[in-house]
């Protein structure tokens, strides 16, 4: 059996190299075979960083503005329906800034394999074996973040880094948690976990290095920068809203499963907050109960999943994480295991296929195993 777990991931990460090869070169110039941008989502990235270097950082948050941007990116116009927003707050854009220094195709190259080293680390840490590697690199969340482009990578090193540092460096370890302010519904989960379970010292790093960046953008970027980023709040949250079953079909998080079978949005929200509730009371109850670490981290990310309505299969490639701690998976525990690992492409089968979205029952199974172990 082992020795096919070593094999049937090298296969599948030379399929993953074809496929993504061939989807990419076969389009013209940098938009790949259905036209729309290689990369993916990183065009914006690179495009906000671009507007930040030209002095006006608040452009990012315009819709017509970043569209422009992206189009010059690509050297081609695209059309209003495949323009791509920028949401994140404004530390997010300082990083962004930094991006926007080469040009484009070769930022995303770096991008890419920046990302690719950054989960391979994290992933080593955790269970340095070749076997947990080679089923970690063959995932198909980390196909589907570096497809689209994303920082899945990166929020997963920020978070499994940061929590691993915790027993041995509690300060740095904050400090690792609060750069993950560009994704601000983390902060409150972690904070809760280092609050229930007694860690101030970790809690005083996360505030620390949080607030710094915030303060550092403030000075730099100015009062505009935040509120252009409230502004657009409202618009994102309207995805979950109203953007369809074609999007809701990406989204494995409770409202986009309800809106999906056909329930309004605000029952929609409000399921979806008792849910993010619950997974919170799980990441107290294990925090201050001193569970073992493993379980700890692992209902930390979890419940980051199943806090928020807005987070997409892409963002799944944090499951690797409780998938490597929570191992080795034994019994009846090993379908679910097995299932969280296909996650990233199953949910959208099955919900193209039946109208139903599992993402948000894997994630909640998992944690549920959390608790009974």
């Not at 029952?361 to 549920?368: K, R």
Request: charged share 10%; with cysteine; glycine share 10%.
């Amino acid at each position: 059996m082992n020795e096919r777990l070593r094999v049937y991931p090298r296969i599948i990460i030379a399929l993953y190299l074809l496929i993504g090869g061939w989807w990419i070169l076969s389009g013209p110039g940098l938009l790949d075979r259905a036209g729309n941008p290689v990369g993916g989502d990183f065009v914006t990235f690179w495009s906000a960083g671009s507007l930040l270097l030209e002095g006006q950082p608040e452009a990012a948050w315009d819709l017509e503005l970043i569209h422009a941007a992206e189009s010059a990116a690509l050297g081609v116009e695209l059309s209003s329906d495949a323009a791509y927003g920028w949401f994140y707050p404004p530390p997010a854009i300082l990083g962004a800034g930094l991006l926007a220094l080469v040009p484009y195709a070769l930022s995303l190259t770096l991008w890419l394999g920046l990302s690719t080293l950054l989960y391979v680390l994290v992933c080593r840490a955790i269970r340095p074996d070749s076997l947990s590697l080679g089923l970690a690199l063959a995932f198909p969340g980390l196909f589907q973040n570096l497809i689209h482009g994303q920082n899945g990578c990166l929020t997963l090193a920020l978070l499994g880094g940061g929590l691993m540092l915790l027993e041995r460096r509690a300060l740095l370890g904050g400090a690792v948690l609060g750069l993950l302010v560009f994704k601000p519904h983390l902060l409150p989960i972690a904070a809760l976990a280092l609050l229930c379970g007694r860690r101030w010292l970790a809690l005083a790093g996360m505030t620390s290095s949080a607030a710094a960046l915030c303060t550092v953008s403030w000075l730099l970027l100015g009062e505009g920068a935040w509120q252009a980023f409230l502004d657009t709040l409202p618009l994102a949250l309207s995805i979950v809203d109203h953007a369809g079953p074609e999007w809701w079909s990406k989204m494995p998080s409770t409202a986009a499963a309800l809106r999906l079978l056909g329930l309004g949005p605000d029952a929609a929200r409000l399921a979806n907050l008792g849910v993010a509730l619950s997974a919170l009371a799980a990441v107290a109850w294990l925090w201050a109960r001193e569970a073992a670490a493993p379980q700890r981290y692992a209902a930390v990310v979890l419940a980051s999943l199943l806090a928020t309505p807005y987070v997409f299969h892409y963002d799944l490639v944090v499951l690797a994480l409780p998938l490597l701690w929570l191992a080795p998976w034994e019994g009846r525990a090993r379908a679910l295991a097995l299932l969280a690992w296909l996650a990233p492409v199953l949910i959208l089968l099955v919900a193209q296929l039946t109208g139903l979205q599992t993402g948000p029952l894997i994630c909640g199974a998992m944690l549920l195993w959390c608790l009974r172990r």
